[in-house]
């Protein structure tokens, strides 16, 4: 699995809620509920919510052609 991201946007992400994209490729190594993500329109991407490190994470992600994965966003949730 190739994942990419913005290093800004990653950066930005562990300060503010804690999660480092490259932990990313876990999630989608269990079960993982999508739905597109309708609010974009230069480009599809789609909404996940699966587990990371023992909790429930939110992920916004878009694939390219080549089958890269580009990490937008990532949030976990507390119980």
Not at 66 to 72: A, E, F, S, V
Request: hydrophobic share 50%; glycine share 8%.
């Amino acid at each position: 699995m190739r994942l990419h991201w913005d290093e800004r946007m990653n950066q930005e992400n562990i300060r503010k809620l804690g999660f480092d994209f490259a932990s990313v490729w876990e999630i989608f190594e269990l079960p993982i509920l999508l739905d597109v993500d309708a609010r974009e329109v230069f480009e599809q991407r789609l909404a996940g919510i699966g587990f990371l490190r023992q909790g429930i994470v939110a992920v916004i992600f878009a694939e390219g052609a080549d089958g890269t994965i580009r990490i937008i966003f990532l949030k976990g949730f507390e119980a």
